[in-house]
């Protein structure tokens, strides 16, 4: 079983649409996540950190399930400037290595 | 401000030839992290390093493997001899605080491309 696991790709959308994609990590004693984004042929980036209470910038809003070992992002009136792979990424001890999931492709047509 | 900068960006070379991949970190950041991306497998940590030693390198496929930091500003990736398997966009990273921080981000260079014939 991989480490961090996302939904495979790619979702295709329209323009406007909302978007969810979801993350779960085998390791329980896992202490942060996050969310980053890569575009294509292009360098990660950090999107947005995932807090236990779950938090929101702007359209994204990530949530964190530390029972059921789940991470989620959702998109709101996706762009098409959205179109990227979403990386889900996993710390397993502090200050040590992130692991980071396949990534989900996401393809937002007009 | 200069971010990770990693050279060379592109590089092709036959099989059992030595390849060198370069990266400079930005400038204060304590951590160095050198990542491998495939289509197959993603995002592979392969090591990485606290104030120039290293930490973890268990991600390391093997001995031809080796990384070096020799001062805080440079840090080598090697590969000797190099295979066809190892073809891979090889990234580095680099962060100012323990990535666990909330506020800890880690800021990649454009990576270097490796094909191996």
């Known amino acids: 079983r991989k480490e961090v696991e996302q939904d495979p790709g790619p979702f295709n959308v329209p323009e406007g649409a909302t978007v969810a994609f979801n993350c779960t990590y085998s390791?329980?004693?896992?202490?942060?996540f996050f969310w980053y984004r890569q575009d294509c042929r292009k360098e990660p980036k950090l999107l947005m950190s995932?807090?236990?209470s779950g938090n929101e910038d702007g359209r994204f809003t990530a949530q964190l399930n530390r029972a059921s070992q789940y991470i989620s992002l959702l998109i709101r009136d996706s762009k098409l400037s959205d179109s990227a792979t979403y990386l889900c990424?996993?710390?397993?001890?502090?200050?040590?290595?992130?692991?980071f999931g396949q990534g989900t492709e996401l393809s937002v047509k007009p | 401000d200069a971010g990770v900068i990693q050279s060379p960006r592109h590089e092709v070379t036959e099989m059992g030839q030595e390849v060198t991949l370069r990266c400079k970190p930005i400038?204060?950041?304590?951590?160095l992290f050198w990542y491998r991306q495939t289509m197959m497998r993603g995002l592979e940590l392969l090591i990485y390093?606290?104030?120039?030693?290293?930490?973890?390198d268990s991600g390391m496929p093997e001995d031809r493997f080796s990384a070096k930091m020799p001062n805080a500003s440079f840090s080598t990736l090697k590969i000797q001899p190099s295979e066809p398997r190892d073809s891979a966009v090889y990234f580095c990273?680099?962060?100012?605080?323990?990535?666990?921080?909330?506020?800890?981000?880690?800021?990649f260079g454009e990576g270097s491309r490796l094909t191996v014939l």
């Open positions: 990273a680099s962060s100012l605080v323990p990535t666990g921080d909330k506020d800890g981000e880690l800021f």
């Open positions: 390791n329980s004693a896992s202490q942060s």
């Open positions: 995932v807090y236990s």
């Open positions: 990424v996993v710390l397993y001890n502090q200050g040590g290595k992130l692991i």
């Open positions: 400038s204060g950041h304590d951590y």
């Open positions: 390093f606290n104030n120039n030693v290293p930490i973890d």
